[in-house]
């Protein structure tokens, strides 16, 4: 029998083979085939981040791209006329880069070929873009070419946003079949309000998968590596990469200018809203979010991004310390013709202290710092590891670079300072990462270079092996519809939804003032412990003023005066908090040494958070095991509503100090599933608990508040329930909602031996000079019917409340 031939009895084989080869040959031809047409119009192209970085971004689009399929077409426009347009255009074109490899002779040849498919057009009426539209039909048709999408790029004021995409919805569409692409400069909003209304506008005019909103930082190498280099590195960060072994988390971006020439920006966004709210909280999310199993999935990353958003514990005022560099305030008044009474509150530093609630970084402190007018030009990302090690031998004898008692981190250094440029750091005692070897190098030695307090050699180091910039990497994956590196509307509301607290209770806040640069010294230094961020050093209490100066309220630290014939207090917000919370210990103290024990009576609110968080991190010496809490006021919700006093106390107090529970007094709102029912008689029931516990009912401090109508506990004007009587506890009704409130009366109150009244905000300030002036009416103002029967009463009032 004849053997059968090689080929017959492999057919299957030969088949395959053969459909393999057509596929490729079929591939290869498609390639070639013109995948379409691809327009790029750029709004405000004759504005300055258009002639420093977009022009070059499109460019290297064009590089990069051109031959692969596409042809393109670059329209520049702006409001500028036609000429002066053309001309500004046509220097930018002619300072044009080309990659370092590119040959002279080469590169001009590519300018020359981008210069023609380049062109500037006014762009102003709808009108103006409908002919935009009917030109880019017109050249398509004409060239036999398929429109494959168009691409606008926003490089102007978010004010322009909404008239500009109205025209292009109505008259600059691409037509069926074609994609469309809105490009996005922030800012994004003043506050989640403000983003919320920009977001719904824009809406209305585009889909969401059509919108890329721009952050710069996202497009620069290193924070671009992050993700990929958690990814590649999995194995060695796995156990790692958690609050078992993370410290803590510096994200820094220090600059050496200031705000000249943009104070009108810096004045409705101040450094938070510039730098801290976008910039750092999206590298804080590429450090925090859980690492999805497919990072090529944009998808994925986004998902895994908006849970730690939501994951991020809420930002108090302790959160915060804030600065302004001291010639801010005269370059305000020159840019914005301001008269010289007028002073700016806007920070221009700001350290926040940041925390995520979830199991991987409970505990963790991140810190978020910026700033302008310091030190050095830096940014980086700092991963501090815990040290965990004891070398019993000398530090002489360590391994170098490799003993485990030297500090452990990754950094991820964005650009400037000592390096000079992006780089990856690992300490060599931690593991030796892996980078891909293309597109990343390790750093030569630099001898006495040191960074973070060690050699460069105790690093394993890498810098990019071509520096790209972020709008050059970010216009490439616009086209590329790589939308993980940008700012989706869920996330840019959650990041909104956690700062706008903070710069609401920061609005009044006045900042330090630095002298800028490096004779600011160890004057932002700051600290932190618990969730409370502070400055290190106190402010300087010495008043220095110049020749033609006249004294302001900012140039004093503490003032003593008379206010209602009581004693008054008044400082910046933190001296004033320090001063209060140092005034309670001391009375703490006497009163347990006299007595045994300390009754104290807080009210609820907004303004005793910052007291509560002073007394549970900076008082160890509060007699906390002797000292029972109690109520001045309560809303009738359930005690683990957020809008609970007890609720307030519980999380900015109560769960730092050790206070026995029994010696915990919260107010009985909450009875047979009741709330402040009468015939529960919780008032009556607190009454009887005060006057078991606490000696002829006289507790040794009531802290009060004063609200804007005279209100104070929750006693208030036009109603006379807990006004006068023997009744030691009242149910009340606000005219605010919860409607509802259970109060100490003001006879319980005057029956105290110190009374705080704690005033804080500019929003007080129309108050404070009314109650001043008023005699003792409690029906209209009950905080005037507040004065102790034998006690002390004394006033805490900031500098804004009282001077305005």
């Known amino acids: 029998m004849l053997a059968e031939p090689h080929f017959t009895r492999h057919a299957g084989a030969w088949n395959m083979l053969t459909a393999a080869v057509c596929m490729a040959l079929l591939g290869c031809l498609q390639a070639r085939e013109p995948q379409g047409h691809v327009s790029v119009i750029l709004l405000g192209a004759t504005g300055d981040l258009a002639r420093k970085y977009l022009w070059q ?6 590089l990069e791209e051109a031959g692969k399929g596409h042809s393109f077409r670059f329209h520049g426009t702006a409001l500028t006329s036609t000429e002066q347009g053309q001309e500004v255009i046509a220097k930018v074109l002619e300072s044009l880069s080309c990659p370092r490899d590119t040959a002279p002779g080469r590169c001009a040849e590519l300018r020359a070929q981008f210069r023609q498919l380049s062109e500037y057009r006014r762009l102003k009426t709808p009108e103006d873009y409908l002919a ?67 977001a719904t506008e824009l809406g209305s005019f585009f889909q969401e998968e059509e919108m890329y909103r721009v952050d710069h930082y996202l497009g620069k190498q290193v924070v671009a590596q992050i993700l990929p280099f958690r990814d590649q590195n999995r194995k060695a960060l796995d156990g790692l990469w958690n609050r078992h072994h993370v410290e803590r988390v510096e994200i820094i971006m220090k600059e050496t200018v200031d705000a000249a020439g943009r104070t009108s920006f810096y004045e409705e966004y101040g450094v938070i809203g510039d730098v801290l709210q976008n910039h750092l909280t999206e590298i804080l999310m590429l450090v925090a979010m859980e690492l999805p199993l497919n990072l090529s999935s944009s998808e994925a990353v986004l998902g895994h991004k908006l849970q730690a958003f939501r994951a991020l514990r809420g930002l108090q005022r302790g959160s915060a310390v804030v600065g302004q560099y001291q010639a801010y305030r005269g370059q305000v008044r020159r840019e914005r013709q301001k008269p010289d009474s007028f002073h700016s509150l806007t920070p221009t530093f700001a350290g926040v202290l940041v925390h995520i609630d979830n199991l991987r970084w409970e505990g963790v402190p991140f810190i978020l710092m910026s700033g302008k007018a310091l030190d050095e030009r830096v940014g980086y990302v700092r991963i501090l590891f815990k040290d965990q090690a004891y070398c019993a031998q000398s530090e002489k004898r360590w391994v170098p670079a490799q003993s485990h008692c030297l500090p452990q981190q990754i950094i991820f250094y964005i650009g400037h300072g000592e390096l000079g440029g992006p780089a990856v750091l690992v300490s060599r005692n931690l593991f030796r990462p892996s980078l891909p070897s293309a597109s990343w190098k390790e750093v030569e030695g630099q001898p006495g270079l040191r960074l973070f307090g060690r050699p460069l050699s105790d690093y394993y180091a890498y810098s990019p092996v071509r520096e790209q910039d972020a709008y050059s990497i970010l216009i490439s994956r616009i086209f590329h519809r790589r939308k993980d590196s940008f700012i989706t509307m869920e996330n840019l509301l959650a990041s909104w939804v956690f700062w706008t607290p903070l710069l609401d209770s920061l609005a009044h806040e006045v900042p330090r003032l630095y002298p800028g640069g490096a004779e600011n010294g160890h004057l932002l230094d700051f ?278």
């Open 527 to 804: 600290e932190f412990s618990g969730s409370h961020l502070s400055f290190s050093q106190p402010p300087l209490e010495q008043l220095v003023l110049g020749p033609d100066s006249t004294p302001m309220p900012s140039d004093f630290q503490v003032l003593r005066a008379r206010y209602r014939d009581s004693p008054l207090i008044s400082a910046w917000p933190e001296e004033l908090i320090a001063r209060l919370a140092g005034d309670i210990e001391a009375a703490a103290v006497q009163a347990v040494r006299r007595f045994g024990k300390f009754h104290l009576a807080l009210s609820g609110g907004s303004s005793p958070v910052a007291l509560f968080q002073q007394l549970a991190t900076g008082h160890y010496g509060f007699p906390w095991a002797h000292t029972h809490l109690w109520l001045v006021d309560e809303r009738c919700v359930p005690l683990w509503d957020p809008e609970s006093n007890f609720q307030g106390l519980q999380a900015h107090l109560l769960q730092h100090v050790r206070v026995p529970y029994y010696n915990v007094h919260p107010m009985p709102v909450h009875r047979r599933q009741r709330l402040c029912a009468e015939e529960d008689q919780g008032a009556q029931a607190y009454a009887e608990e005060i006057s078991t516990l606490v000696t002829n009912s006289s507790f040794d401090l009531v802290l009060l508040g004063m609200g804007t109508d005279g209100h104070t506990a929750s006693l208030f004007p036009q109603s006379p329930v807990g006004l006068d009587g023997k009744q030691l506890v009242v149910l009340t009704t606000s005219p605010s909602s919860p409607h509802r409130r259970m109060s100490l009366s003001l006879p319980v109150i005057n029956r105290a031996h110190k009374v705080a009244v704690l005033v804080m905000g500019r929003m007080k300030r129309e108050i404070a000079m009314l109650v001043s002036r008023v005699g003792r009416e409690p029906r209209k103002w009950p905080i005037s019917g507040v004065l102790p029967d034998s006690g002390q009463l004394v006033w805490y009032m900031d500098y804004d409340a009282f001077l305005g």
């Open 132 to 198: 935009l539209s009917k030109d880019i039909e017109a050249r398509v048709q004409h060239e036999g070419l398929r429109e494959a999408g168009r691409i606008f790029y926003f490089s102007v004021p978010p004010f322009a946003y909404a008239e500009i995409a109205r025209s292009i919805n109505s008259s600059c569409r691409p037509g069926p079949g074609a994609w469309l692409r809105v490009v996005l400069e922030k800012p994004f909003g003043r506050d989640h309000r403000s983003a919320q209304q920009l």
């Open 57 to 62: 971004g499109l460019f290297q689009l064009y």
